[in-house]
């Protein structure tokens, strides 16, 4: 079955940076683009960034734009969240998700998820 595993969250003073990974499994990843959400708490699940096939093309919310970087290893079946300067408005958990050959920012179009890493940013 199709898995999608997040790691790399955890807490940050503000300015700080983190990497997030997600490894993905029981898929064929050069075939599906992948994106970063998160969702604060009371708050719904927004989208982040995504990132095309190749890794060629990239999408960012305009809240990260400049700060957050995403990237992707087809060879290891694996897509990371680089997140400079992060501020503590971008505490949440962060989801990883697979999207079938369609580079998109609609949360509802995605295949698959993970269960999420929790990122923190003390003020």
């Known amino acids: 079955q199709v898995q999608l595993v997040e790691s790399g969250g955890g807490l940050v003073q503000s300015g700080g940076s983190l990497r997030l990974s997600c490894a993905a499994s029981?898929?064929?990843?050069?075939?599906?683009?992948m994106g970063w959400f998160r969702q604060a708490p009371g708050k719904e699940r927004e989208f982040v960034a995504a990132?095309?096939?190749?890794?060629?093309?990239?999408r960012y919310a305009d809240s990260v734009k400049g700060r957050f970087t995403i990237s992707r290893d087809n060879a290891k079946n694996a897509v990371y969240l680089q997140m400079n300067n992060l501020k503590p408005e971008d505490t949440a958990v962060y989801y990883c998700?697979?999207?079938?050959?369609?580079?998109?920012?609609?949360?509802?179009?995605?295949?698959?998820w993970g269960q999420g890493t929790q990122v923190t940013v003390s003020s």
């Open positions: 998700a697979a999207n079938f050959l369609t580079l998109t920012v609609a949360r509802s179009t995605y295949d698959y």
């Open positions: 029981g898929l064929t990843f050069s075939r599906y683009t």
């Open positions: 990132i095309g096939l190749s890794g060629d093309t990239t």
